[in-house]
């Protein structure tokens, strides 16, 4: 459950959005949306750091790449630990004329993260506004991995267009004994039709890691558990993208990327 100072922390974080020139909701979402994913690929990557200093080994697994971009960017500087701090304009400069191009091919060519992301903008209008955001956005604890799901249905639910547009929001709670009550097992494929932002594919991955951890113990089921069981529909893009950027920090960064897709093209 979300506390009153995080709910506090987000109100003020939409709030700075709307007054910045953004309102319309969901853009609002996908662009916090984007800049929590890329304050989560730093903190898995720093987690592959001091494993690889404790074990005094090579890092096994990169979220950001060794050298440089085609322009000359270290992608090391384009982690958020690094560009928080900058200049509002050194900021606004990496973030938009870097980070995203990178974000845009992070799963790979032709990846189903890939394909949704190849349309991802950055619309934040001004580096003042970014700062401001991207310094909020630092002080949200996120250590608690239920934090931010209960972000996503807050925001949801902030939305006066929800249904609309058919993002209805399902409480967490319902989603947990939708969950426990089909008690999804190792060896399952699960697909969830109308995935929205992955709550319930994500609580499915959560209930198995609970209630099955040896699926990440043996490597047949850990390959089926990152690459064959979840799959997702929905129709708007910019939902699959939410979506993917929601689910892929909850496992393996690359490995993880949900066959989320569109129901246009199935």
């Not at 979300?2 to 506090?8: F, M, P, Q, Y």
């Not at 709030?15 to 989560?40: A, C, K």
């Not at 709670?173 to 399952?188: A, F, G, K, N, Y």
């Amino acid at each position: 459950m979300l506390t009153g100072d995080i709910r506090n922390q987000v109100d003020t974080i939409w709030n700075s959005f709307w007054t910045g020139g953004i309102s319309n909701p969901l853009e609002v979402i996908e662009q916090i949306t984007y800049l929590l994913f890329l304050r989560r690929l730093d903190d898995l990557h720093t987690v592959e750091e001091l494993k690889a200093t404790r074990l005094k080994k090579p890092m096994e697994r990169r979220v950001f790449p060794e050298g440089a971009d085609a322009r000359g960017k270290p992608y090391d500087e384009m982690r958020w630990s690094r560009f928080k701090d900058a200049e509002a304009r050194a900021m606004f400069e990496t973030v938009s004329e870097h980070v995203f191009p990178w974000l845009r091919t992070l799963g790979g060519d032709g990846s189903t993260y890939a394909r949704h992301m190849r349309d991802a903008r950055f619309t934040i209008p001004t580096p003042q506004l970014l700062a401001k955001v991207v310094d909020l956005i630092s002080k949200v604890p996120m250590e608690d991995r239920d934090t931010k799901g209960d972000l996503y249905e807050y925001m949801l639910g902030k939305i006066a267009t929800a249904g609309q547009n058919g993002q209805f929001r399902t409480p967490r709670h319902i989603i947990r004994l939708m969950v426990e009550m089909t008690d999804p097992q190792p060896s399952d494929i699960i697909c969830d039709p109308a995935c929205g932002t992955a709550g319930v594919l994500i609580a499915a991955g959560e209930h198995l890691r609970e209630h099955h951890p040896e699926i990440l113990r043996d490597d047949k089921n850990r390959r089926h558990f990152h690459e064959k069981t979840f799959h997702g529909f929905d129709f708007d893009n910019t939902m699959l993208r939410i979506g993917s950027m929601n689910r892929v920090p909850s496992l393996k960064t690359r490995r993880a990327l949900l066959a989320l897709r569109s129901d246009r093209k199935r």
